[in-house]
């Protein structure tokens, strides 16, 4: 069962029209949801971001919080799989011809759908992953969390071409993040973060991430990194909502420190999982 306008239906009976502005011009935003044990993770927190992305394309949005909550609690709960994620789209709908300015009435497209979530391979956190690098050549306003991908998708295909599992993006000779994910850096046991602007998405991960660090006293920095900072660092993160948190060890077929996983990432990692039963089992 997938929700598309006002109503539940199967996903073979769901229809858009060609028509629909985020078919023609990418001209819409989303949002991921993790869902632990049928308990959506930091909803509070995404359907904000949601709002958010909306505002920033002049958009309204289509539900309050508490619809918006009562309409994923029902796709979570008649889905099969326990660990789920919920995917949200809004676009800004169909109209009657191709015209790039906003249609006089506005009647938007909302689709949500509950997949099953997928834990990254046990290997990927065992051993770590290789990243590739490229110069970010997104959009100024990649804090918006818009369909509109093109940009990413070449970005991330970049890296699975060079059977790589994630692209990370410099821009002027600094970090921004990755083509899927947000990026962290260690550096001698400082954790770095780059500071949220327009050129990267506000990973509600990367909240995560930073608020597990000043909880467990690690030290760390928002400021910005530079691609040299990345390069030296003794250990490279890469976090999202579906892939948790991942070491990156090696970038452009270069080692990351030792090229392991670290130490300061294993300790990461048993933190977001303490985390994750906590908020489960608190509810
Ligand atoms: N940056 C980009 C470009 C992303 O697509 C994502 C999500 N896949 C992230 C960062 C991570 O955001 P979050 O932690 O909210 O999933």
């Known amino acids: 069962m997938i929700y598309l306008n006002g109503e539940f239906m199967l996903l073979s009976e769901a229809k858009v029209s060609v028509m629909d502005r985020g078919f023609l011009f990418g001209d819409g935003v989303y949002e991921v949801i993790p869902v632990y044990s049928r308990r959506p993770f930091r909803l509070a927190e995404h359907l904000r971001r949601l709002g958010a992305s909306l505002a920033g394309i002049r958009l309204a949005n289509p539900h309050g919080e508490a619809e918006w909550t009562a309409l994923i609690e029902r796709l979570v709960d008649q889905a099969e799989s326990s660990d789920q994620q919920v995917y949200l789209q809004v676009t800004r709908g169909a109209d009657g011809k191709r015209n790039h300015a906003f249609p006089r009435v506005i009647r938007p497209t909302v689709f949500a759908m509950s997949e099953p979530l997928l834990p990254p391979p046990p290997e990927q956190r065992t051993q770590g992953i290789a990243a590739v690098s490229a110069a970010d050549n997104r959009w ?82 928002v400021r910005d990194v530079l691609e040299q900072e990345v390069r030296r660092a003794s250990e490279l993160w890469m976090t999202s909502s579906t892939k948790e948190v991942l070491p990156i060890v090696s970038l452009d077929q270069r080692p990351i420190g030792d090229g392991k996983p670290g130490p300061v990432f294993e300790e990461m990692y048993g933190w977001y999982q303490e985390f994750k039963q906590s908020v489960m089992h608190r509810g």
């Open 140 to 221: 100024l306003r990649c804090d918006l969390k818009a369909v509109s991908l093109l940009a990413n998708c070449l970005l991330r295909q970049g890296a699975v071409e060079a059977g790589c599992a994630e692209t990370v993006l410099f821009r002027d000779g600094f970090l921004t993040e990755g083509a899927a994910s947000n990026i962290f850096v260690v550096q001698d046991g400082l954790l770095l973060a780059p500071q949220k602007n327009h050129l990267m998405l506000p990973g509600i991960t990367y909240d995560v991430i930073l608020e597990l660090a000043a909880g467990h006293g690690l030290e760390y920095r």
